[in-house]
């Protein structure tokens, strides 16, 4: 079964949990050390309106504009969101913007001319948590966003326990420069596999994902698309055993495009 069909069919959101039981009720043991992540939930995308709608905008209008605010996991032109910009080029004009730290700039470059206009806006930061966009939160969105993407999490490791509040806060600064009808979606990142990241890892990614589907967001799942690649996620991953190689990246753009924009699959 692909994971965006597992997605759809189920509810389960009982993360890192033995068996699943839902939100509601028993506590989660922290998962011991080990050179395997652990399980964490499958998530069901909001089945409705929600998702269906950025769907249809990303296949039918004129024109899109797509805010990311991610990390080192897309912030470069060999990542996901480059190549999910690229898988639209066929039959799109689509234009993705490079957030450059240093400038606090975007390089702007037109990966095709035509069709209709699908430009992204990549803010991926390496090394950011949500907490490091407070200050270029308007910079970074465009004029006109109508989706937004968050790819965050991994930069938390070091307290999950801030990784909500910060996450809250984001997405408050982003709706005070937008709007309540502007649909975000969150994204459960890769898992890693590096014994002394795993439990905090896992932590977060449970959190993010347990939040995700409490508040009613979409969701991207790489995660369960690494988990249930041949071979497990240990062969996509750089020797760091968190970031994605190019395989890595490969199937996270996948998972990305099974989600918002799957007629391209």
Request: glycine share 8%; net charge negative.
């Amino acid at each position: 079964m692909k994971y965006g069909a597992k997605l759809m069919a189920t509810a389960c959101a009982a993360a890192l949990l033995t068996g699943c039981g839902g939100l509601g009720g028993g506590t989660t043991p922290a998962p011991s050390p080990t050179s395997t992540p652990s399980a964490t939930p499958t998530v069901t995308p909001v089945p409705g309106r929600p998702l269906q709608e950025i769907r249809e905008l990303l296949l039918e209008a004129d024109s899109v504009n797509v805010a990311i605010f991610g990390d080192s996991t897309g912030d470069e032109m060999t990542e996901w969101p480059a190549l999910w910009a690229q898988s639209m080029t066929s039959d799109r004009a689509v234009t993705l913007n490079r957030w450059l730290n240093g400038p606090a700039s975007y390089e702007k470059r037109e990966l095709s001319t035509e069709g209709a206009s699908r430009t992204l806006w990549n803010c991926s930061v390496s090394g950011w948590k949500p907490i490091n966009f407070a200050e270029v939160v308007d910079d970074c969105l465009p004029q006109g966003a109508d989706v937004v993407v968050i790819s965050l999490g991994h930069n938390n490791n070091s307290d999950p326990t801030q990784t909500l509040p910060q996450l809250e806060a984001l997405l408050g600064q982003i709706r005070e420069e937008t709007s309540e009808q502007v649909p975000i979606v969150i994204t459960m990142q890769n898992p890693v596999t590096t014994p002394e990241r795993l439990p905090a890892a896992d932590e977060v990614t449970k959190n993010i994902a347990e939040w995700a589907i409490a508040h009613r967001y979409p969701v991207i799942d790489a995660y369960h698309a690494f988990v249930d690649a041949p071979g497990g996620p240990e062969g996509l991953l750089k020797d760091d055993g968190l970031h994605p190689n190019e395989r890595g990246s490969q199937i996270w753009a996948d998972a990305v495009t099974e989600t918002l924009t799957p007629w391209r699959e």
